[in-house]
T-cell receptor, first 112, second 114 residues
Framework: GENVEQHPSTLSVQEGDSAVIKCTYS??????FPWYKQELGKRPQLIIDIRSNVGEKKDQRIAVTLNKTAKHFSLHITETQPEDSAVYFC???????????FGQGTTLQVKP | GAGVSQSPSNKVTEKGKDVELRCDPI?????LYWYRQSLGQGLEFLIY????????KSGLPSDRFSAERTGGSVSTLTIQRTQQEDSAVYLC????????????FGPGTRLTVT
């Protein structure tokens, strides 16, 4: 069945360093890959997404890369700040259903 | 504009009772999704609605779970004969259309079954 694996489960970095979170997916029909940030007790917030016809997308300090052949996609956060601390979820979906299959999440801690 | 809203924000119920959770999607969004998030876990797909099409119920964990969407807008998720393992945050999301990708989440309903 459809599955998304996410690593690492926890990540601690020093303020100003970069953070990378990686995901792999199993459904070759997947063509949309969003990333959500969830702060404690809050709803997931869409921070960036990428579609299968694009290999990389950047928005200020956040970038996402996609390797369709390997079924890998990654989130890169540069110049991390304490307010980046949260749980990050990757997800995958295909245009037929739109339902999101989520990874298990990465708890990012940025130490000041 | 107004985002996705859900009610109640918290619900405590006794084992065996039925509960109803409500979701108001963003106006004009035709696709509506329900997910469940257990403590410290990822989000698990439950069911989705797209326009007048039959809903995709493939994620519902048991026949105690059902959902409906009236008039293509508000949705209600019903859990009958609640069990302790049903305790979780139930999140609703809406999207402009199926396959568009972007889904916007509501604040969730935290369900506790005692």
């Amino acid at each position: 069945g459809e599955n998304v694996e996410q690593h690492p489960s926890t990540l601690s970095v020093q303020e100003g360093d970069s953070a990378v979170i990686k995901c792999t997916y199993s459904d070759s029909a997947s063509n949309y890959f969003p990333w959500y940030k969830q702060e404690l007790g809050k709803r997931p917030q869409l921070i960036i997404d990428i579609r299968s016809n694009v290999g990389e997308k950047k928005d200020q300090r956040i970038a996402v890369t996609l390797n369709k052949t390997a079924k890998h996609f990654s989130l890169h956060i540069t110049e991390t700040q304490p307010e980046d601390s949260a749980v990050y979820f990757c997800a995958a979906s295909n245009s037929n259903t739109g339902k999101l299959i989520f990874g298990q999440g990465t708890t990012l801690q940025v130490k000041p | 504009g107004a985002g996705v809203s859900q009610s109640p924000s918290n619900k405590v119920t006794e084992k065996g009772k039925d509960v109803e959770l409500r979701c108001d999607p963003i106006s004009g969004h035709t696709a509506l999704y329900w997910y469940r998030q257990s403590l410290g876990q990822g989000l698990e797909f439950l069911i989705y609605f797209q326009g007048n099409s039959a809903p995709d119920k493939s994620g519902l964990p048991s026949d105690r779970f059902s959902a409906e969407r009236t008039g293509g807008s508000v949705s209600t998720l019903t859990i009958q004969r609640t069990q302790q393992e049903d305790s979780a945050v139930y999140l609703c999301a809406s999207s402009p259309r199926t396959g568009s990708g972007e889904q916007y989440f509501g604040p969730g309903t935290r369900l506790t079954v005692t």
